[in-house]
């Protein structure tokens, strides 16, 4: 008995008659308020899933977008009847900020904080500094760090990481003192406000939705002044 052969005849690729062409559709891009609808109902999920908010706040656009539609999104919760949790906010002091910095971020710190009571959200804002052994600046005089120059990261992690990491672990013990649990056993959602493109044009989510940071500022200046 024979080996038995089969052909498979292939079309002809220069055969333009048997390629179909598929044109691909249009990307659609969203709306601003379905780019925030999406956002806020992300958080929603989060909240509703057990996890507890903490949102990383530097001061900046990106950060700030990021808080604000965190509030939005507790707003909606307790308007729909939920117990919704303490939103945490995070802040970094690196104690090496121009004093005018240092003024408007505890002035927009004090005005999330009256927003955050006249629409009744639970929050409250921890602010995070090295310390004196970990102090960046202190480290360079005392010889037991190098200044931070290309890939070196020291300044970054000793300003900002490191209190960072240590102010979320405080936050987590809170938490868990609060609802009578082991800090392990505390579930945290960190919100982070992230900038997809850098160019000058940097068209993002991120600065179209300024809009909403700047409306609650204005509620909390009125909140202030009645």
């Known amino acids: 008995m024979g080996m038995q052969q089969t052909t498979i005849v292939l079309f002809d690729v220069t055969d333009n008659g048997g390629v179909q062409t598929v044109t691909p559709?249009?990307?659609v891009e969203l709306s601003r308020s379905e780019k925030v609808a999406i956002a806020i109902a992300a958080i929603k999920a989060q909240v509703l899933a057990g996890r507890y908010p903490v949102a990383m706040w530097s001061g900046g656009k990106d950060s700030s977008v990021t808080v604000s539609l965190a509030l939005m999104a507790m707003r909606e919760l307790i308007?729909?009847?939920v117990a919704v949790p303490t939103l945490h906010v995070c802040h970094s002091d690196t104690l090496m900020e121009n004093p005018v910095v240092v003024a408007y971020n505890e002035g927009q710190i004090a005005q999330m904080e009256q927003y955050a009571k006249t629409s009744?959200?639970?929050m409250k804002v921890w602010v995070a500094s090295p310390g004196l052994?970990?102090?960046y600046l202190v480290s360079i005089i005392g010889g037991r760090s190098i200044i931070s120059v290309g890939s070196n990261t020291k300044c970054q992690q000793s300003t900002k990481a490191y209190p960072l990491g240590k102010l979320k672990r405080q936050v987590r013990r809170h938490i868990a003192d609060e609802i009578g649990v082991k800090p392990k056993?505390?579930?945290i959602?960190?919100?982070i406000g992230t900038r997809f493109d850098e160019s000058a044009t940097r068209p993002t989510i991120s600065?179209?939705?300024?809009a909403a940071?700047?409306?609650?500022?204005d509620a909390a200046k009125e909140a202030a002044q009645s």
């Not at 600065?207 to 300024?210: S, V």
């Not at 940071?213 to 500022?217: K, R, S, V």
């Open 79 to 81: 308007a729909e009847g």
């Open 185 to 187: 056993a505390v579930e």
């Open 120 to 122: 009744g959200i639970p």
């Open 133 to 135: 052994s970990t102090d």
């Open 189 to 191: 959602v960190s919100l």
């Open 207 to 210: 600065i179209k939705l300024m």
């Open 213 to 217: 940071l700047l409306h609650i500022n």
């Open 25 to 27: 559709a249009p990307v």
